[in-house]
């Protein structure tokens, strides 16, 4: 049996080459650190966090420095009433007025307040966002590197029926050639071990698109084999939290929370446009200016000056009422959805708790039922090397142990995913 074992991790090298050791901490830090949808997720998160300032609220004046020049060069012929005459065919004109200019809204019904209340749950929804889409893509990078190591263990597990088929081909061969056994026996053991063979090569390829899938996750855009660890850590002692914390810790739920209230303040804001408004503007400007020809040969003026602006909808083609019942109904639809994701999450939870007790049963179960599956094929390779058990015994025997192999690691596998998801949905992959 060591030599069966030893042969398998060889064979297995062989398949895997130029391969990189990889942690599941590795992959999980390379997913936080390349992940496409975490660094898009983390932008959004800075733009948001960029504007949530007062000016975009609209508390900030608005102030401008202007300037203008104006020059002209014209033939002027012309009479005046007094009898003189002007004939200037270069006269010429220059003007320039700086100024500065001042634009604020002091009064807007309220709406600049709710814009900032709202600019604050902006943020803060892209700052849970960016926590919701860190815990699901964490969560799909345990799971794809579960599937690698499952993978990696069936490719194990398949090497190992593909060594002990080989091992009766060869004892029922040196039978029949001895005379100790029939030809079919041999012919059996033989096409066993082919179709073996051909597991071997399936397992290679699911092994290597799994990998690629894990590196799609981290970020990374070549080829690479990796080599996972042998195992997974499993936590068979997980307990379940209660309603009100789980709906508090859940990221999912949160983002529709926020919604619900950035709506809310929508509805606010669009009632603030029925109310009246009050605006200033004024500045201070500098105008001067020559002319070679006309009445004024020079001008120039300076000084302050202001304008308040007083606003008050009447009538705006009922678009007032309208936009005030599109809010009004946003609300009534984001609560629904708040609602609806929260009935979700339940269902999700239960669901998660209960596919979680089965797999720590089942892993149990199958950790136990390995070792008389291999107790078992031991026996028998004994009587079938003294002649004892028939070459149908020893091939059951064989088949019970590489199935009771892939039930073990399917039900490590199923542990690690539902304990995944259960950890997920109470936000406690990533603190």
């Not at 056994?181 to 096409?191: E, T």
């Not at 071990?193 to 799994?210: G, K």
């Amino acid at each position: 049996m060591v030599r069966i074992v030893t042969s398998v991790l060889i064979l297995f090298s062989c398949v895997c080459h130029a391969q990189e050791r990889l942690t599941l901490q590795d992959a999980i830090a390379r997913t936080l650190k390349r992940n496409f949808d975490i660094n898009v997720a983390g932008l959004s998160e800075q733009q948001a966090a960029r504007n949530n300032t007062y000016g975009n609220a609209g508390f900030s004046p608005n102030i401008f420095l202007n300037g203008t020049y104006y020059k002209s060069q014209s033939n002027v012929k012309s009479e005046l009433a007094n009898g003189n005459a002007q004939n200037n065919p270069k006269a010429q004109s220059t003007s320039y007025s700086p100024s500065v200019s001042v634009s604020w809204t002091i009064f807007d019904g309220g709406k600049m307040f709710l814009m900032k209340k709202e600019l604050n749950e902006m943020e803060a929804l892209s700052k849970v966002y960016l926590k919701a889409q860190i815990q699901t893509v964490v969560s799909h990078t345990i799971q794809m590197y579960a599937q690698v190591v499952l993978q990696q263990k069936q490719l194990i597990a398949v090497d190992t029926a593909l060594a002990l088929a080989r091992v009766r081909m060869m004892i029922t061969e040196m039978k029949y050639e001895t005379g100790a056994g029939a030809k079919v026996d041999y012919l059996q053991a033989r096409v066993d071990y082919n179709a073996r063979q051909s597991d071997s090569l399936t397992a290679v390829s699911s092994f290597t698109i799994a990998t690629d899938s894990l590196g799609v996750l981290m970020g990374e855009n070549e080829d690479k084999q990796y080599l996972v660890d042998d195992s997974l850590d499993l936590d068979m002692n997980l307990q379940p939290i209660d309603k009100t914390r789980l709906e508090n810790e859940n990221m999912n739920l949160s983002v529709y929370r926020h919604n619900a209230a950035i709506s809310h303040l929508n509805g606010q804001i669009a009632k603030t446009y029925f109310l009246p408004s009050l605006s200033f503007n004024g500045g201070f400007a500098f105008s001067h200016t020559n002319n070679s020809t006309g009445f004024a040969l020079y001008n120039q003026s300076y000084g302050p000056n202001g304008t308040l602006t007083f606003t008050l909808p009447l009538f705006e083609g009922g678009n007032l009422k309208r936009q005030s019942k599109v809010a009004s109904l946003q609300v009534m639809k984001d609560e629904l959805l708040l609602e609806k994701q929260n009935t979700v999450l339940g269902r999700q939870y239960r669901t998660a708790w209960r596919n979680y007790q089965v797999s720590v049963a089942a892993c149990k179960l199958e950790h136990e039922n390995i070792r008389y599956a291999r107790e078992n094929l031991i026996v028998q390779q004994a009587r079938f090397r003294v002649g004892v058990a028939t070459t149908l015994e020893s091939r059951q025997a064989e088949n019970d142990y590489i199935t009771a192999l892939e039930r073990l690691y399917n039900a490590a596998y199923n542990l690690k995913i539902n304990e995944t998801l259960v950890l997920e949905l109470e936000n406690q992959l990533v603190k």
